[in-house]
């Protein structure tokens, strides 16, 4: 029987059409897509922390309202990131004990300070810039949930990516020391933003699996090559520098070529000793912690409405 629903499994797959969470699924395709989504739905909510710590220091209530509005969005795009994983059958208590524990992976970009105003600027433009690029194709996975929920978190992402690099574009209008501010956090930021899309192809262990099965549509080299396309014209108008001396236009190929990336930097981020580790993980389990009142108060209600209905 199983053989059966193998078959039936393959033939929706090969046909491009989704897996629904009721629909026979192999063991591996579920492992891998808990996997990839409870990391995804993980640096969705710690990556409110970088930026969090903005939020009192904006420099304007415009910006102000902005950035939390931000900030906010990142906090739902992981609960409704997490919900889709649940549709997998693993608990969010599961998942968030991961995370706390410090097993779980989440993106590697999230783990770098943001010393000036500057860097919510560049995490907007470059950070979720990339991340939109990660994610539009995910809006076409195979699991139905997932891509479900992408098409919202990518019209959300795109907003995240606009306000950025407008506020760059004002930064850059400013003083000189502004315009040094922005150029400082684009050093910093852009080479951890190539890597953000994980591992060259021929180090990706998940790749080839994950795009025979229709999760990823795109390989990680070719995201990031269509990033680099798409950023360099956009460094141009703002006047910015990229912290390349390789990066440039190859007339061949029709596309940039770009410098080698750190991946042994890499690799100690992933592995929990980059320089804010450690920072983050205390801080998300230190909210965790403060939260259990509600988390208490919660099912106590739950508890009484349930009873009352039952009169
Ligand atoms: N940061 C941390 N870990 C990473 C990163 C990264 N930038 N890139 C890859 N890895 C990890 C993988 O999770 C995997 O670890 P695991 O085997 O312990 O699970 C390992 O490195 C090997 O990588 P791949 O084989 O390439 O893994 P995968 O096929 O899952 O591809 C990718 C990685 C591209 C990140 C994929 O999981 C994905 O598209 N995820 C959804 C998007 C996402 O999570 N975005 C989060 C950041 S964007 C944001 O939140 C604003």
Redesign the pocket.
Same mark, same amino acid.
């Given at each position: 029987e199983d053989a059966a629903h193998q078959a039936r499994f393959d033939a929706r797959i090969d046909a491009d059409g989704r897996i629904e969470p009721r629909d026979w699924m192999p063991a591996a395709y579920r492992k891998t897509l808990v996997? *990839?989504i409870s *990391?995804?739905a993980h640096?969705?909510i710690v990556?409110m922390l970088p930026e969090g710590n903005w939020i009192s220091r904006a420099p304007s209530l415009k910006r102000k309202a902005i950035l939390l509005a931000k900030v906010q969005d990142e906090g739902g795009h992981g609960l409704y990131l997490y919900s889709a994983a649940e549709t997998l059958g693993t608990s969010r208590a599961e998942m968030l004990d991961g995370l706390h524990s410090g097993r779980a $992976?989440?993106?590697?970009?999230f783990n770098y300070p943001t010393l000036s105003w500057a860097d919510v600027g560049v995490i907007g433009w470059l =950070?979720?810039g990339a991340?939109i690029m990660? *994610?539009i194709p995910?809006c076409r996975c195979s699991y139905g949930p997932y891509a479900r929920a992408m098409v919202r978190v990518c019209k959300e992402e795109s907003f995240h990516q606009r306000q950025g690099y407008e506020s760059l574009l004002v930064q850059m209008q400013g003083t000189q020391a502004q315009r040094d501010m922005v150029q400082d956090a684009v050093n910093r930021y852009w080479w951890k933003c190539l890597?953000?899309?994980?591992?060259p192809d021929a180090d990706?262990?998940?790749?080839g699996q994950?795009m025979r099965w229709g999760i $990823?549509r795109f390989s990680?080299d070719d995201l990031r090559q269509k990033f680099v396309d798409a950023t360099v014209p956009q460094a141009r108008v703002l006047g910015v520098t990229l912290p390349d001396p390789d990066l440039k236009w190859n007339e061949a190929r029709g596309q940039h070529d770009y410098g080698a990336i750190d991946w042994d930097e890499f690799w100690q981020v =992933?592995n929990g000793h980059g320089p804010m580790n450690r920072e983050r993980l205390a801080t998300r389990v230190k909210a965790h912690e403060d939260g259990a009142w509600v988390r208490e108060a919660a099912a106590a209600h739950a508890v009484k409405q349930a009873q009352r209905n039952l009169k």
């Open positions: 996997r *990839q *990391q995804h640096s969705e990556g $992976k989440y993106s590697s970009i =950070v979720d991340a990660n *994610q995910l890597a953000m899309f994980g591992p990706s262990p998940h790749s994950a $990823k990680n =992933v």
